[in-house]
């Protein structure tokens, strides 16, 4: 009689639910960066997945759970993008230009991706505040430095990430290519409160930076 080989036997197990829990989320980033606002259920889910509803309940316990991991993950590159910008810019007005910059090129590089932040900001609630909470240091220095021009910092990192948004909803319609993205980011420092001068030449240094952190990634 041939030996059983528990240990193995479990792995497969392991990697099996792995790679089912891997082409569950997978499909969940492809229904959400679709088109429209058609709410996403656990029906379409599965049905894109191609497994049973009750495999979708044995890797998450609701909708909401998925969801969380999904935004998870943009802000982990979100986060990211920050980060090298905190190393390379000082002044937090230019950090945020140049943190919009490089997300904005990435996403004109890669249109789905910039669908599933679109939908992910309208329909995600607390990935929305995240991404605010992200924002909203830089902006308190901007508030203290006395450029904003907006009372509240929170409603100031509201219009950045609506803005944003906008953005990326029209770079996934292909009605936004990366030449125009400077444009936007001059948009968003003259909602904060910079002159028109300022706002350019700081969008030209944020783009900069954002050129210069991207060759970085890729060396």
Do not use: W
């Not at 998450?60 to 993008?81: N, Q, S, V």
């Not at 679109?118 to 605010?132: C, E, S, T």
């Amino acid at each position: 009689m041939a030996r059983v080989n528990l240990e193995r036997r479990a792995e497969i197990g392991r990697e099996r639910r792995a790679r089912t829990r891997a082409t569950i989320l997978d499909a969940a980033r492809s229904c959400y960066a679709q088109p429209g606002v058609q709410p996403v259920t656990i029906e379409m889910l599965t049905q894109a997945a191609g497994v049973a509803k009750g495999t979708f309940y044995v890797h998450f316990p609701d909708l909401a759970t998925l969801e969380a991991e999904l935004g998870d993950e943009i802000l982990g590159a979100l986060a990211e993008r920050h980060q090298a910008a905190l190393g390379l810019v000082a002044d937090p007005l230019t950090r945020i230009a140049t943190v919009v910059t490089i997300l904005l090129l990435d996403l004109a590089q890669r249109p789905v991706q910039a669908r599933l932040v679109a939908r992910a900001i309208a329909v995600l609630p607390d990935f929305a505040l995240a991404v605010q909470d992200r924002l909203r240091n830089d902006i308190v220095q901007v508030r203290d430095a006395g450029v904003l021009q907006i009372g509240s910092p929170c409603l100031a990192a509201h219009v950045v990430v609506a803005i944003v948004a906008q953005a990326a909803q029209l770079i996934g319609a292909g009605e936004l290519e990366a030449t125009g993205i400077g444009d936007l980011v001059r948009a968003i420092l003259r909602s904060l409160g910079c002159a028109p001068q300022d706002a350019a030449r700081r969008a030209e240094t944020a783009l900069g930076h954002a050129e210069a952190i991207i060759r970085t990634r890729l060396d």
